[in-house]
């Protein structure tokens, strides 16, 4: 038994197998180090805090420096009132109204100066432009009562004024157009479905284990809410510097993570929480990297859920990244889905949970060689029907060799039986033959 135990530790070391149960250290190695000068030369660098490229909740932490030709965002008014923070929006749309209810009073004032209403307005027989009009102020409420359309009755425009008339015209057709331009800027503000994401989840983490004797880099992402996200659909793109063979760096570059856009498994139905899988195989940017490599590596995972609103059919977008140490290798996500009675429930409390799995050290590419040389399950024409019930893990006869051997001899048996039977039946035609002959 321990020479059993022995040889299956060695082959699980070999071949890169990260052991379910580690075993607890003692307490004075537990206990933190001192660091002295020659701890610190021998011990391994610890990674220093990366900037991220993305937050967790989707901002993306870029910002713009050195803009000259800032004309270029008064070409896209509209869009840019839109992007503006509440307060600036709030302040440009309070100060829209008013400049242009003073403008349209100072226009009304001076009409009512020109003709002299404010001189003769209490002479009997003279007919001012506009009736009860005889300061600033009353200028500018009458240019209020115009553009709102309030019309209180106390002061009205006389027909004997054409320049007034004119400029009523022009008044009411500005005043037409201020309107739909800052009520529309409210209304797409208030409308923009980026409330809608915050009800979108991801998983804390990211996770790397083994699954149909692939390795798979998986997620996972849920709805809230039960108005559902529709034609949803998932991207990922990694992020990582590195450098061209011909020496030119590349900051931040961005490459494509396959998470089923040719199967059409990027196209969710998000009624339950999903766990996304991105299987590493010779197209994935992972291919060849192994545990050891990956504590080394520095990247960042951008994962980016589209769809469109169910209550409002406008487009909504969540984002959010995993960083290198945010993704866990040989882990996989708890189960939060259960059948009660009559209906499915979601337990978010496991939303964010993983547990440990026996997962190879190796690369995929490493994994992918030694799953095409040695033989994982046995022939099935070869099996016995007590043998044909049996399921096996094709990892179970990586771990231990036991079980190959064990193949091995009842292939072996089987083949004898098979040429006992063979001699037998031979045997028996031979002896029919020469009775037939003497007969």
Excluded at 64 to 77: F, M
Excluded at 278 to 297: D, G, R, T, Y
Excluded at 401 to 424: C, F, H, M, V, Y
């Amino acid at each position: 038994m321990a020479g059993d135990s022995r040889v299956l530790m060695d082959h699980n070391m070999e071949i890169g197998v990260t052991p379910a149960q580690v075993k607890k250290l003692p307490k004075h190695l537990r206990e933190p180090q001192i660091s002295t000068e020659r701890t610190h030369l021998i011990s391994d660098p610890v990674k220093k805090p990366r900037q991220r490229y993305v937050q967790k909740d989707g901002k993306c932490n870029v910002h713009h420096g050195n803009v000259k030709e800032t004309y270029r965002y008064l070409s896209d008014l509209f869009t840019t009132l839109v992007d503006l923070r509440w307060r600036f929006s709030l302040l440009i749309f309070t100060l829209v109204y008013v400049v242009n209810w003073l403008f349209f009073g100072f226009l009304w004032w001076l009409i009512a100066l020109i003709r002299g209403d404010l001189v003769h307005a209490d002479e009997e027989g003279w007919t001012p432009c506009v009736e009860n009009l005889n300061s600033f102020v009353s200028a500018f409420l009458f240019s209020i009562e115009t553009e709102t359309t309030i019309g209180y009755g106390y002061r009205v425009i006389t027909e004997k004024c054409p320049e007034g008339i004119i400029l009523l015209l022009v008044q009411a057709i500005l005043g037409s157009i201020v309107n739909a331009m800052m009520v529309g800027c409210m209304f797409v503000k208030i409308s923009q479905p980026k409330n809608r994401a915050e009800t979108l989840m991801f998983s804390h983490k990211a996770v790397i284990s083994v699954r149909d004797n692939k390795m798979c880099l998986m997620f996972r992402v849920g709805d809230l809410r039960n108005s559902h996200i529709v034609e949803a659909s998932i991207r990922a793109k990694l992020i990582r510097s590195q450098q061209t063979k011909e020496g030119e760096f590349i900051p931040l570059n961005q490459t494509d993570i396959n998470i089923g856009f040719d199967t059409g498994d990027d196209r969710l139905f998000l009624v339950s929480p999903l766990i996304i899988s991105h299987e590493i195989n010779e197209k994935s940017p992972f291919w060849e990297m192994s545990l050891a490599q990956m504590e080394k590596e520095e990247f960042e995972i951008v994962v980016i859920l589209e769809g469109m609103v169910e209550a409002t059919g406008m487009t909504c977008q969540a984002r959010s990244s995993y960083l290198d140490t945010e993704v866990l290798w040989g882990y996989r996500f708890t189960p939060v889905l259960s059948l009660e009675k009559g209906f499915y429930e979601v337990d978010y409390n496991n939303f964010h949970d993983v547990y440990e799995t026996n997962t190879p050290a190796c690369s995929a590419k490493e994994l992918a060689a030694k799953l095409r040389e040695e033989p994982l399950l046995p022939q099935l024409s070869l099996l016995s029907p007590e043998s044909k019930m049996q399921t096996l893990d094709p990892l179970d006869h990586l771990n231990n060799p036991n079980l190959l051997i064990q193949d091995e001899d009842k292939e072996e048996e089987s083949g004898a039986d098979r040429g006992e039977t063979n001699g037998s039946a031979a045997a028996l035609e031979e002896q029919a033959l020469a009775d037939g002959l003497s007969g």
